[in-house]
């Protein structure tokens, strides 16, 4: 023991998810923290619009001509994740929360992603597809050239899962089976 009084202070206990559009992050990302009683970090370009008054769209153009909101998003998202023990969805959660418990990639193939976002949004199937391929481009490119960030490489996450064939409960399942045990080491001086 050490620090003032000899008192310990836990980390906090992130679990980090992250996945393209449409692979079900939002989804699971929910399911989890319902399961576990955690708090849900899940700030997105949808909530900072809403918070600044702007419609959505409008916020994409204003982010692809600066990139200060991409940092003030992730930078937002981060410091919130540190706050308390919870459950981080974003696309880059598992690159940004390099500290957290455990780091899951969802994966699902574009035509699955696409199909599943027409269905919640509406639309014709052929042109969701062509937008949600040029999303991920976009998304790839602009990661890329924030932070040096390859989205298409999650091979360090410690858990990859196919989403495709798995409903969002049994993806919840296999996620809390692979949560490790709570660790004493994590405990730190205060």
């Known amino acids: 023991m050490s620090g003032a009084g000899g008192c310990m202070e836990r980390?906090?206990?992130?679990?980090?998810?992250?996945?393209?559009?449409?692979?079900?992050?939002?989804?699971?990302?929910?399911?989890?923290?319902?399961?576990?009683?955690?708090?849900?970090?899940?700030?997105?370009?949808?909530?900072?619009?809403?918070?600044?008054?702007?419609?959505?769209?409008?916020?994409?153009?204003?982010?692809?001509?600066?990139?200060?909101?991409?940092?003030?998003?992730?930078?937002?998202?981060?410091?919130?994740?540190?706050?308390?023990?919870?459950?981080?969805?974003?696309?880059?959660?598992?690159?940004?929360?390099?500290?957290?418990?455990?780091?899951?990639?969802?994966?699902?193939?574009?035509?699955v992603r696409s199909e599943r976002i027409r269905k919640r949004e509406g639309g014709v199937a052929s042109e969701v597809l062509a937008f949600t391929r040029r999303r991920d481009e976009r998304d790839r490119e602009r990661y890329l050239s924030l932070y040096g960030i390859d989205n298409d490489r999650y091979d360090f996450a410690d858990l990859v899962i196919n989403t495709e064939r798995m409903t969002p409960e049994r993806i919840v399942d296999i996620i809390v089976a692979a949560i490790p045990p709570a660790d004493p080491a994590r405990e730190e001086p205060r």
């Open 11 to 111: 980390k906090t206990a992130i679990i980090a998810i992250s996945g393209k559009s449409g692979c079900g992050n939002s989804t699971v990302s929910r399911l989890l923290k319902e399961r576990l009683g955690r708090r849900l970090v899940n700030y997105t370009f949808h909530s900072m619009a809403e918070e600044m008054g702007v419609p959505f769209e409008r916020l994409l153009e204003m982010a692809s001509a600066d990139t200060s909101y991409d940092r003030l998003l992730d930078e937002r998202q981060v410091a919130m994740a540190h706050e308390e023990d919870c459950v981080m969805g974003s696309r880059l959660a598992i690159w940004l929360v390099r500290d957290a418990q455990l780091r899951i990639y969802l994966h699902a193939s574009a035509e």
